[in-house]
């Protein structure tokens, strides 16, 4: 068991450091570029694909409550299959959630989050440029769970579905917290962002 959570751990630090590489070969030509690309894609597909597979073995193990049932390993585990998916398309998806969330449940907000960063992806926003959705959660000191997604966009708010993001302020005001949709400051794209407080964090 023990072995199974260090190559999962190393296998997400890796990915992680697959978006690094991915932002250094925006300096090669455009052949280079595109053959470094499809490679980091393939090594990309290929190591989610190991890590949903020891995520199962884990969950087999069925031995005690364990972090992989947790805010943290639910929702890196969808938003690389977004990933995917999004890169289709021609949008880059990356993810910084930090350790602070690994104590916390998914049930404390991560269908909220996941939820948003759909909607963002499914914008239907028009741009020149490569298109990067970024997300980042964290727990701030009022013990709040803070959702960022940054979407470099240039098409603005309005590309935003009103009526879509109205329903999830209104369910994140349910639930004490409260949703915000901004221009990025000093630059182009849009910000959203959610936040919303951690009854059930475990100790």
Request: net charge neutral; hydrophobic share 40%; charged share 25%.
């Amino acid at each position: 068991m023990t072995n199974i959570r260090q190559m999962n751990r190393d296998l997400v630090a890796g990915l992680q450091g697959l978006d690094q590489v991915e932002f250094g070969l925006r300096c090669l030509s455009a052949p280079e570029r595109d053959l470094g690309m499809d490679l980091t894609v393939a090594l990309r597909d290929m190591m989610s694909c190991r890590i949903d597979r020891l995520g199962f073995e884990l969950e087999s193990e069925n031995d005690g409550p364990a972090l992989e049932h947790g805010f943290v390993d639910r929702v890196e585990h969808d938003l690389r299959a977004m990933a995917r998916k999004a890169r289709l398309r021609g949008v880059r998806l990356t993810c910084q959630l930090t350790s602070s969330l690994r104590a916390v449940p998914f049930s404390a907000g991560g269908s909220i989050l996941l939820g948003l960063v759909e909607q963002a992806l499914s914008a239907p926003v028009g741009t020149g440029s490569e298109r990067t959705v970024s997300v980042t959660a964290t727990i701030d000191a009022q013990q709040r769970l803070v959702i960022s997604i940054e979407d470099s966009a240039q098409a603005g708010r309005e590309c935003y579905s009103i009526r879509d993001l109205g329903r999830w302020r209104r369910h994140i005001g349910e639930l004490g917290g409260e949703l915000r949709l901004r221009g990025v400051p000093f630059g182009s794209g849009t910000t959203i962002q959610a936040m919303l407080p951690v009854e059930h964090q475990a100790a």
